[in-house]
């Protein structure tokens, strides 16, 4: 048997932390993701109390929730599920487990990246669907019905035939939310107290620590040559492939990112002591 990777024990060990993520933030992953659902209730039953009738929702209102329950779900998911390890008792008894270093970071990766965000989009689109077809005119429509209207009111506006421009919507949910999860995951592995306090003060930080080396690069002559680098692919590509380019610097970028924190994430779990 493989010290690294075994596919049976990693089976055994991925069914356990599925079962032991949904006990422990099952109940917080529906609720963020039906909060649009509850609401609505809420809403309606004072309206009914109160005016005698049902009244609308505003339209808009069902990206906002989805806004907010996916900030909830990154931000709360890592401290919830695995904060503990940090503790003696739960971490030295989670570093017994017979599975290896790498088996336990890939479980923690899928269940925070992949496991818990499809639930949430699942979890939300199904409610958000059903209560737009049992009461279309005062729930609204569909979620995934206003994004596809926002695309055919201002992408379509900005389209020609020449400089076609799309926005995968469900890879850019993912890959956020992704990348904010393993940034909460790794700082629920880090600090013993107040994970998600502490880990939003050191994005503060870094954000203000990126923020003045930017502006003084673009003070010592950075803006020059973007400006210049600018006018120079403007000349030398076409609108069609300036936008490809654009495109792919993005995903390599997303990759370089993923990548970075998911071996952070490993070198963490490798090198986690009590």
């Known amino acids: 048997m493989s010290n690294v990777f075994n596919l049976k024990r990693f089976g055994n060990y991925f069914a356990y932390d599925c079962r032991r993520a949904w006990n422990l933030f099952g109940l917080t992953l529906i609720l963020a993701a039906l909060a649009p659902v509850i609401i609505f209730i809420i809403q309606q039953l004072f309206s009914l109390i109160l005016d005698g009738h049902m009244s609308e929702t505003n339209v808009g209102v069902h990206l906002g929730f989805l806004a907010v329950g996916a900030a909830v779900i990154v931000m709360i998911a890592p401290s919830t ?18 599975a290896s270093s790498f088996e336990k970071w890939l479980s923690m990766s899928l269940v925070l990246t992949i496991v818990i965000i499809a639930a949430f989009c699942l979890v939300f689109f199904a409610g958000d669907g059903l209560m737009s077809l049992l009461f279309p005119g005062t729930y609204g429509s569909w979620t995934a019905s206003e994004i596809s209207s926002i695309y055919s009111k201002y992408l379509n506006a900005l389209n020609t035939n020449e400089m076609p421009i799309t926005i995968n919507f469900p890879a850019l949910l993912f890959t956020g939310m992704a990348e904010w999860v393993l940034v909460f995951a790794i700082g629920a592995l880090y600090f013993k107290r107040a994970k998600i306090a502490k880990t939003i003060l050191v994005l503060i930080g870094l954000s203000l620590i990126l923020g003045i080396i930017i502006s003084f690069i673009m003070v010592h002559g950075g803006a020059d040559f973007i400006r210049n680098l600018v006018e120079k692919l403007e000349i030398e590509l076409d609108p069609g492939k300036l936008i490809t380019s654009f495109n792919v610097v993005l995903n390599i970028r997303t990759l370089i990112v993923l990548g970075g924190l998911l071996a952070w994430l490993f070198f963490r779990i490798k090198t986690l002591k009590h």
């Open 81 to 98: 599920i695995y904060g503990s390890l940090t503790e003696k008792k739960s971490g030295s008894s989670w570093l017994m487990i017979p």
